[in-house]
Structure formats: structure tokens, C-alpha cells
């Protein structure tokens, strides 16, 4: 698994506000077209978001990060923030999924 990490830094709680949502809205469209297998937006206190952008295989990867350019520009440019990005490779990832209790119970 192939993972893009960015950190945007803005100003304050409510630019990290106005950040994670333009985010989310744009990326969120975009799942099935660049092949994601999981996307993640963490807003911190401080007015700092981190996007964690998942993908099987690396050539999605590139693809992505090659036609998202103009939206971190963009966010640079509005919001005078600082984005700062790397990639990575999942070394350990533990995520447990939600269960349905009645679901479960239906199946005894």
C-alpha cells in the first residue's frame, strides 16, 4: 500500500475549518477516478490538517499527485497557508471495522 501524506498549516482552528472542508469535498469526489483505497482529513486544534491519501498501487499514486497540484495551490494562495507533503509505505496499520451487534446476533 502506497500512502500520500500532507500537512497543511493554516493560521488558525477556523482557516482549518474552511481548509478540511474544501479538502474533503474536492478529494472526496475523486475516490473512484484515481483509485483510492482509503482517504483520511485530520483537523488539529491548532488550525493544522493532515490529508492521508491510500492507494494500491504507485502509478495511482503518481497519477494523483500529478492532477492535484492547482488544489494545494489553491489553498496556499487563499487560505496563506504552508502545505508540506511525502509519501510513504504502510509498515504496521491496524483498523478495526465496525460491527452491527444485530447483524451479528441475526447470523447465530
Known amino acids: 500500500m502506497y500512502t500520500k501524506i500532507y ?7 477556523i ?7 474544501y479538502v474533503s469535498e474536492e478529494l472526496g469526489g475523486l475516490i473512484a477516478h484515481f ?5 483520511n482529513v485530520f483537523l488539529c486544534r491548532e488550525g493544522v490538517l ?12 503518481k497519477a494523483f499527485q500529478a492532477a492535484q497540484v492547482e ?5 496556499r494562495k487563499n487560505l496563506n497557508c504552508e502545505t508540506t507533503h ?8 491496524y483498523e478495526r471495522e465496525a460491527v ?8 447465530s
Open 86 to 93: 511525502f509519501q510513504a509505505i504502510a509498515v504496521f496499520r
Open 50 to 61: 493532515y490529508v492521508t491519501v491510500n492507494f494500491d498501487e504507485a502509478s495511482d499514486m
Open 100 to 107: 452491527n451487534m444485530e447483524m451479528e446476533e441475526m447470523r
Open 71 to 75: 488544489l494545494f495551490e489553491n489553498l
Open 15 to 21: 482557516n482549518g475549518k474552511i481548509a478540511a472542508s
Open 35 to 39: 483509485n483510492m483505497t482509503a482517504l
Open 7 to 13: 500537512q497543511i498549516a493554516t493560521a488558525n482552528l
